[in-house]
C-alpha cells in the first residue's frame, strides 16, 4: 500500500511549532551553509582515528551510496560554495567522525539541541517524576472529594 497521501504537515504533540520562530529571522539568517562545512572539517579534524579516505569508506559502507575524498573535499572546502554535504549522508557522516556538531549546527537556530546518552536519559527520570507528582497530585484531590 502506497504512502503517497500521508500528511507530513502535521506538528506532532511533543514538537513545538516553528512559525512564530521564523517571523524572527531576516532573509539569509537560515543560510547554513559556511557554519555547517566549518563544522564537517571540524568534525573531520577531531576524529584522529579515521583518514578521510576511512571516513568517506565507512559512509559509503553504511548508506551504500558512493562518497569519494574528492567529494568530502568539495563538500568541506569554503571555496567550493556550489558543493553542499548530503542531508542523507549526515547520519552516517556523524556515526563515523563520533561528532554531532554538524547536527547541532543546523538545530542550534531552530532553537533544538542535542542530549548525549547520560542527558537524554536525565531527561527522562525529571519527565517520569513531574508525571508522578502530576498524578500523586490529581489522586490526592480525588481523595479530598469524598
Known amino acids: 500500500m502506497s504512502n503517497t497521501n500521508k500528511r507530513i504537515d502535521k506538528v506532532p504533540s511533543a514538537q513545538l511549532p516553528l512559525i512564530d520562530k521564523a517571523e524572527e529571522l531576516q532573509p539569509g539568517d537560515l543560510d547554513m551553509g559556511l557554519r555547517l562545512k566549518a563544522a564537517l572539517t571540524e568534525a573531520i579534524k577531531g576524529c584522529k582515528r579515521l583518514s578521510r579516505y576511512d571516513i568517506c569508506s565507512k ?15 568539495q563538500y568541506t572546502a569554503e571555496s567550493k560554495e556550489a558543493y553542499h554535504f548530503p542531508a542523507e549522508m549526515l547520519t552516517a ?6 561528532s554531532f556538531e554538524p547536527l547541532a549546527v543546523l538545530l542550534e537556530p531552530l532553537g533544538c539541541s542535542i542530549l548525549s546518552g547520560d542527558e537524554a536519559h536525565e531527561l527522562e527520570i525529571v519527565r517520569m517524576e513531574r508525571r508522578i507528582a502530576e498524578m500523586q497530585r490529581k489522586l490526592n484531590e480525588m481523595k479530598g472529594r469524598r
Open 59 to 73: 559512509i559509503s559502507e553504511l548508506t551504500g551510496k558512493d562518497l569519494s575524498k574528492t567529494m568530502l573535499d
Open 93 to 98: 557522516f556523524c556515526r563515523v567522525t563520533g
